[in-house]
């Protein structure tokens, strides 16, 4: 059974950056898709960015230019490094897998398994 464990979150001020990585166990990384998920208190879970076994990838409209999703299959992992960080970033950041492709429905987390348990980013001054 796969298992993936989210990291490297934590307070910054608005501005700043973060980069968080995405380890994967159980399962060989570079054959999956792999997705972060973002949910705020009180929100529904929000597709942030998708980077599919080929490399092509996706990102929500909120995070295109800050965001840069990337994978190291060497190291079973995956990274999102987080640029110019807003207090609405704010949120448990998750990363689930799915087979190969990020597709048309990238953004529905039905879609994906593994979850990890999260790691918080606030950002706050």
């Known amino acids: 059974q796969g298992q993936l464990v989210e990291s490297g979150g934590g307070l910054v001020q608005p501005g700043g950056s973060l980069r968080l990585s995405c380890a994967a166990s159980?399962?060989?990384?570079?054959?999956?898709?792999i997705a972060w998920f973002r949910q705020a208190p009180g929100k529904e879970r929000e597709a942030v960015s998708c980077?599919?076994?080929?490399?092509?990838?996706y990102y929500a409209d909120s995070v295109s230019g800050r965001f840069t999703m990337s994978r190291d299959n060497a190291n079973n992992t995956a990274y999102l490094q987080m640029n110019s960080l807003k207090p609405e970033d704010t949120a448990a950041y998750y990363c689930?897998?799915?087979?190969?492709?990020?597709?048309?429905?990238?953004?529905?987390?039905?879609?994906?398994?593994?979850w990890g348990q999260g790691t918080q980013v606030t950002v706050s001054s």
């Open positions: 689930g897998s799915r087979w190969s492709r990020c597709g048309s429905n990238w953004r529905q987390s039905s879609r994906y398994a593994n």
């Open positions: 159980g399962f060989t990384l570079g054959n999956y898709a």
């Open positions: 980077v599919s076994s080929s490399q092509i990838t």
